[in-house]
């Protein structure tokens, strides 16, 4: 049976989906694919779209759609390689079309690490939540100590600033309205160098760069690793920041303070060069969180206005707190706190545990 039979997936370009259509059907034979079965998995901030479509013996893949030029796949199959020869759970790449962007992708289920998470904080399950992030920790551990990152991009001054500008254009002035003034914007510009020159200074390992809840899967082995395939070469406290403060789910910094003590012992242990005081560790963490959280709020705000995707809007608030947090704990970010205070008006994120 043709998967162009199929009538739940929309297309709003008929010639790719005419090719996706001819390499599913030739491909399925391989794999045993059951072409009617093809379903909308997931979409996320890209262009790119997941569906899952059923195989032989009651398993499942999932079929990646990467639509050149905006997307390409060749990062995704490169470091789904590095994180199997690193020892760790990602999608195995079955087939591939990477001048098309159509993969055909091992299944690695449908518990998102966000939504285990947040069940264990509704049923008050502490101890449950604290083994996913230690599984997770673990993965990391790992991940850096294992993966060659010599072929990754570099994350170098030049991209740490492009991020950075997303903020200024896309938050302040496009969804605030906001314009500021020569002053305004020499204390941003002073802020942005001093979070550059940290992120520089730290040693470099392979960075997910999005390392978060939403983007791991409970699996086994645990966790399962997605949306991989923007990684770096950069800043070795990146990933932690990511994991602890996260876009989706908040915790109190006590916990976030044990699980990054947790992770700087294992890589300490690992013969990873993080700082030797955890307090130097830490501060580094919060300033790579706070670059993170600036890019973020620019990146979601630009989601919202120019690519229709308003739903990340909904989650600026939890960011602000973030980076205020921070701005008001550390000398020399007191100009950038006030700048934050404007836009974020009276809104507030509370934490769990």
Request: glycine residues 6%; proline residues 6%; aromatic residues 10%.
């Amino acid at each position: 049976m043709s998967s162009s039979s199929d009538t739940r997936i929309a297309w709003a370009d008929p010639a790719r989906a005419a090719a996706f259509h001819a390499w599913l059907d030739g491909i399925a034979p391989r794999h045993g694919l059951d072409v009617a079965s093809l379903r909308s998995a997931s979409s996320d901030a890209s262009f790119r779209r997941y569906f899952r479509i059923d195989a032989a013996g009651g398993a499942s893949c999932i079929v990646m759609d990467a639509p050149p030029p905006q997307e390409d796949v060749r990062p995704f199959v490169a470091v789904a390689a590095l994180l199997h020869e690193a020892g760790l759970n990602a999608p195995r790449v079955l087939e591939q079309d990477l001048e098309r962007g159509f993969l055909l992708l091992g299944d690695l289920g449908t518990q998102l690490y966000l939504q285990a998470l947040q069940d264990c904080v509704a049923r008050g399950d502490a101890a449950g939540a604290d083994r996913l992030m230690r599984d997770a920790i673990a993965a990391l551990v790992r991940w850096q100590s294992r993966a060659d990152a010599s072929g990754l991009p570099p994350y170098d001054e030049a991209l740490l600033a492009r991020e950075l500008a997303l903020f200024p254009e896309w938050c302040v002035a496009r969804e605030f309205g906001v314009r500021w003034s020569d002053t305004q914007r020499s204390q941003w510009d002073a802020a942005c160098a001093l979070l550059i020159r940290s992120a520089l200074a730290q040693p470099t390992v392979a960075v997910h760069r999005d390392y978060m809840p939403r983007n791991l899967m409970v699996a086994e082995p645990n966790p399962g690793i997605l949306d991989f395939q923007d990684a770096v070469r950069g800043p070795i406290t990146y990933d932690m920041a990511s994991l602890v403060r996260d876009a989706f789910i908040s915790w109190d910094e006590e916990r976030e303070i044990d699980w990054s003590v947790r992770y700087w012992e294992a890589a300490r242990k690992a013969g990873l060069p993080v700082a030797p005081d955890f307090g130097e560790f830490w501060r580094a963490l919060e300033w790579m969180g706070l670059q993170r959280h600036l890019k973020v709020l620019g990146i979601f705000c630009r989601l919202k206005h120019r690519d229709a995707k308003p739903a990340y809007s909904a989650d600026l608030p939890r960011f602000f707190a973030y980076a205020h947090k921070v701005a008001t704990r550390y000398h020399g970010f007191g100009p950038l706190a006030h700048l934050l205070e404007p836009l974020m008006g009276t809104s507030r994120v509370d934490a769990f545990y």
